[in-house]
């Protein structure tokens, strides 16, 4: 069936370090692969998307490199700092039944000062 | 933050209750989703509402509905509450179906069914 997972429910890393949150997806179909950050009490905020024709996408302090013969996705975050503290989705979603995001379960990246 | 409102931002009601929220959608986006996110889980998709009709729907039962008005604002309804529906309840809008990369998501409802 469709699934979006994620390889580690909590990642804590130190200020200034790199951080990287992975997620395997189960659906080779999927167009896009989105990234987003939830804070506490809020929804879900758009980080960074990537094609599925694509392998890397660069943003600012933040990197989306997906492998699709492994059926894999990693967001890398650059310099992390203690507002990057939250909880990291990935979603997939297709152009032909595009109606909807689909969710991995998410990894809570805490930053220690 | 976003231009996705939701009201309100927490409740509490009893099960077999019906419960109503709402949900203004960011200006510009004709098109709406409602998802349920349980603790410690992801958003799961309920459906979503585009030209005021029903658009897709996810593994949810006949009790979950909603509307879309023609200033594309929407509503979520559950009746017969059940403990399991405790949840986050969150709105995403987007500016045209089918763009989902480009969905901005409400604060979201917290809703606790007793």
């Known amino acids: 069936g469709e699934s979006v997972g994620l390889h580690l429910p909590t990642l804590s890393v130190q200020e200034g370090d790199n951080s990287i949150i992975n997620c395997a997806y189960s659906n080779s179909a999927s167009d896009y692969f989105i990234w987003y950050k939830q804070e506490s009490g809020k929804g879900p905020q758009f980080i960074i998307d990537i094609r599925s024709n694509m392998d890397k996408r660069q943003g600012q302090r933040v990197t989306v490199l997906l492998n699709k013969t492994v059926k894999h996705l990693s967001l890398q975050i650059a310099a992390t700092q203690p507002g990057d503290?939250?909880?990291?989705?990935?979603?997939?979603?297709?152009?032909?039944s595009s109606y909807k995001l689909i969710f991995g379960s998410g990894t809570r990246l805490l930053v220690r000062p | 933050e976003t231009g996705v409102t939701q009201s309100p931002t927490h409740l509490i009601k009893t099960r077999g209750q019906q419960v109503t929220l709402r949900c203004s959608s960011q200006s510009g986006h004709n098109t709406v989703s409602w998802y349920q996110q349980a603790l410690g889980q992801g958003p799961q998709f309920?459906?979503?509402?585009?030209?005021?009709?029903?658009?897709?729907?996810?593994?949810?039962?006949?009790?979950?509905?909603?509307?879309?008005?023609p200033n594309y604002s929407s509503e979520?309804?559950?009746?017969?509450?059940?403990?399991?529906?405790s949840a986050l309840y969150l709105c995403a809008?987007?500016?045209e179906v089918g763009r989902n990369t480009e969905a901005f998501f409400g604060q979201g409802t917290r809703l606790t069914v007793v």
Do not use: H, K, W
């Open chain 2, 46 to 69: 309920i459906f979503q509402y585009y030209r005021e009709e029903e658009n897709g729907r996810g593994n949810f039962p006949p009790r979950f509905s909603g509307l879309q008005f």
């Open chain 1, 85 to 96: 503290s939250a909880v990291y989705f990935c979603a997939e979603t297709r152009m032909d």
């Open chain 2, 93 to 95: 809008s987007t500016p």
């Open chain 2, 76 to 85: 979520l309804n559950v009746n017969a509450l059940e403990l399991d529906d």
